[in-house]
């Protein structure tokens, strides 16, 4: 009898050693690729796989747009804690611009991170504008037109009717300046000469440029 008793107190002493000595470790967590970037915002994901020593008692992302491996002494959002994927909309942030992001979560061991993304904000664009098919044409007029069907992230401050005898035309040529804005428009041009070979464009001009239309003859 006294031998089981022995044997029992010694196997539950080496249980009781053995659970002590397991390694204590930080959580293992994976830093997700960004999505649905635009102008000033994108979307941050990130996955704690294991909690580690314990359970994951805090969790979030760390990001910087000048370091390149950031840490929470950086910009820190935390965002819950445990086990699981997560998410976060950073917004508010510079267009064209390079930010860094890392997942992080954090138990009694300590914080762990996962690898670092790089995503760079959207840029604004040149606007897209298409050329109307000329209309009643006469010997000196015709009826032009064209349509600003996308402004580019930025404000169209002009938009109207570029024209040239003979080449494709540009600002710098004749220019028919019709309001600003998205939008269909339309002119009837006057004192054209009789018997040229003329070229249009619509035209539209933002904060990135000018943009064209397609050439239309008459």
């Known amino acids: 009898m006294k031998s089981i008793i022995t044997i029992l107190v010694a196997s539950i002493f080496l ?44 969790r979030g992302f760390v990001y910087s747009a000048t370091n390149p491996n950031p840490s929470v002494s950086d910009n820190k959002i935390s965002v819950g804690y445990g086990k699981g994927q ?40 040149l606007a897209l504008v298409s050329t109307n098919l000329p209309q009643n044409i006469t010997y000196t007029t015709a009826e032009l037109g064209g349509n600003v069907i996308f402004e580019g992230g930025i404000p169209v ?32 041009v006057i004192q054209l000469m009789a018997g040229s070979n003329y070229i ?3 035209y539209a001009i933002n904060g990135k440029g000018v943009s064209y239309g397609n050439e239309q003859k008459f």
């Open 15 to 58: 249980l009781s050693c053995n659970k002590d000595q397991a390694p204590a470790t930080s959580p293992t967590v994976l830093s997700l690729d960004p999505s649905e970037i635009s102008l000033t915002s994108f979307i941050m994901s990130g996955e704690v796989t294991n909690e580690g020593f314990n359970a994951a008692k805090d």
């Open 86 to 125: 997560y998410s976060h909309t950073l917004d508010k942030l510079s267009i064209n611009t390079t930010y860094y992001y890392k997942a992080y979560a954090t138990n009694d061991k300590g914080t762990a991170y996962g690898e670092v993304k790089t995503v760079k904000t959207a840029d604004y664009l």
């Open 157 to 188: 401050t002009e938009k109207g009717l570029c024209l040239a005898i003979g080449k494709t035309p540009t600002i710098e040529d004749i220019k028919i300046v019709n309001g600003k804005g998205l939008g269909v428009f339309s002119n009837i």
């Open 200 to 202: 249009v464009r619509a």
